[in-house]
């Protein structure tokens, strides 16, 4: 599966901001899905991630609230939405996928399938 994030840009603290992660592939139904983020000098980190389902979703500690992590199969589309934006939220945003997991993996190294990223960047 080949997939595409998108809905980066510039907001300013407090903003809300979606992302889009967008797949190729009849069996993306099939795959969970994660969101990393990468802010430069520092190491990628995860963010959300949701099972192939969508029953299950788990995120990272920093997220407190206020992300939500959704998907809609028919549309091979996974979103990741982002309320009260804070400067340290500055970073590229991946979307990754893992197929046949019943487990929400919080490391990246066990996803195979990655998009291009998405610069998300947060004004004070």
């Known amino acids: 599966v080949q997939l595409q994030a998108s809905g980066g840009g510039l907001v300013q603290a407090g903003d809300s901001l979606t992302l889009s992660c967008a797949a190729s592939?009849?069996?993306?139904?099939?795959?969970?899905v994660g969101w990393f983020r990468q802010a430069p000098g520092k190491e990628r980190e995860f963010v959300a991630g949701i099972l192939a389902s969508g029953i299950s979703t788990l995120y990272g500690d920093f997220v407190k609230g206020r992300f939500t992590i959704s998907r809609a199969n028919a549309k091979n589309t996974v979103y990741l939405q982002m309320n009260s934006l804070k400067p340290e939220d500055t970073a590229v945003y991946y979307c990754?996928?893992?197929?046949?997991?019943?487990?929400?993996?919080?490391?990246?190294?066990?996803?195979?399938?990655w998009g291009q990223g998405t610069l998300v960047t947060v004004s004070s």
């Open positions: 592939g009849r069996t993306f139904s099939s795959y969970a």
């Open positions: 990754a996928a893992r197929p046949y997991s019943g487990t929400i993996l919080q490391a990246a190294v066990f996803y195979g399938n």
